[in-house]
């Protein structure tokens, strides 16, 4: 798995999933993908609002680098919108898993970057900041936590030596 403190996801957002998803396993040979269904994210804050964004979530590997694709099912205010509206659909964020999650967003703020959006999935807090003048996407910190982690072992587990078959799969859990 990869280590703490590097790139460990490329996240996309999509206008359809199923497509999506076929272009990145046919094509690209990525894949299986784990499907999240309205995702639960709770306690969610879009640039200090609240907010109810629904969205479905594929996740695959290819080789140790997570990908993820995202399809917002609602209009409601959310990053995802956001690059959808500003015609943005493609890479949307990386995602990195610090070592010390409190420590490296109070570097973000002091690097001035404005936090975007923040949720809490499975118990686990995540935090995008809006780094797009600085690197053209959002960059997405997620607590080091077991539930992220397992989640990330199950996905890549299931990319070593995967023959193409049995390409979209239900979210673990």
Not at 28 to 50: M, S, T, W
Not at 107 to 134: I, K, M, R
Not at 137 to 143: D, F, K, V
Request: glycine content about 8%.
């Amino acid at each position: 798995m990869q280590p703490l403190n590097t790139v460990r996801q490329l996240g996309y957002v999509v206008s359809d999933l199923d497509k999506a998803i076929k272009y990145w396993v046919e094509v690209l040979n990525v894949g299986p993908f784990f499907l999240f269904e309205h995702c639960p994210l709770d306690d969610q804050i879009y640039r200090g609002q609240a907010s109810n964004v629904d969205v479905d979530i594929a996740l695959g590997n290819s080789g140790d680098v997570q990908i993820e694709l995202i399809c917002q099912n609602n209009d409601e205010p959310s990053v995802y919108k956001e690059a959808v509206d500003a015609g943005r659909i493609g890479l949307h964020h990386f995602g990195l898993m610090p070592t010390d999650y409190e420590l490296a967003k109070a570097q973000y703020h002091e690097l001035g970057h404005e936090v975007a959006f923040e949720c809490n999935l499975g118990g686990s807090e995540l935090t995008y900041f809006d780094t797009l003048d600085t690197i053209g996407h959002y960059t997405e910190l997620w607590q080091n936590s077991e539930a992220f982690n397992d989640i990330a072992r199950i996905v890549e587990d299931a990319a070593k030596d995967w023959d193409g078959s049995d390409r979209v799969r239900p979210a673990p859990g």
